[in-house]
């Protein structure tokens, strides 16, 4: 969706007691909503990039505060490098405890995938980016990929993920 509005934002949330960013898509590929309880959570500051949007919220019940990056990477391989940038900006503008979620559309290993294959560059790339960035990348709990083409023998993939701060995982103890 290139905008979204209340109407909109309620229909996906069930309730009126809502905020939320976007990043709007570009024609029909792209786009990223993040919509919280207004109720539960204040947006202290938002920041919108290319490839994700990111929003430094409170706890209301006990002021604790955090990020959160809604992330769409690029297909092309040759934009991953930006993809990772974009999201070290983000967590360098405020110390604070991320995480991090969306479709980032690469893969960890070749384990991720279900034709397997060998270690690419921008496996390699995404690796280095959890490594550096001191991330955690929890386990799948109800299978192994996240995405699929439909054909006669279905291609499988691990593109979507939630990734976080030890710190963030410590807060909100039994997310899953």
Partial sequence: MEEVNLSTTISIWGRRSVDWVVLPSVGRSGGIVIIWDD????????KGGTYATCGKFKSLKD????????VYGP??????????DELKF???????PWCLGGDFNVVRSPYERSSEGRLSSPMLEFAEFVNVCGVMDPLLEAGRYTWC?????????????????????????GVH
């Fill in 39 to 46: 109720q539960a959570l204040e947006l202290i500051d938002s």
């Fill in 63 to 70: 002021d604790f505060v955090w990020g959160l990056i809604g």
């Fill in 75 to 84: 297909n092309d391989n040759n934009l991953r490098f930006a993809l990772f």
């Fill in 90 to 96: 983000f967590m360098s503008q405020w110390d604070i």
């Fill in 149 to 173: 083409i439909p054909v006669v023998v279905p291609v499988l993939s691990r593109i979507d993920r939630f990734l976080f701060f030890v710190e963030w995982e410590d807060h909100f103890q």
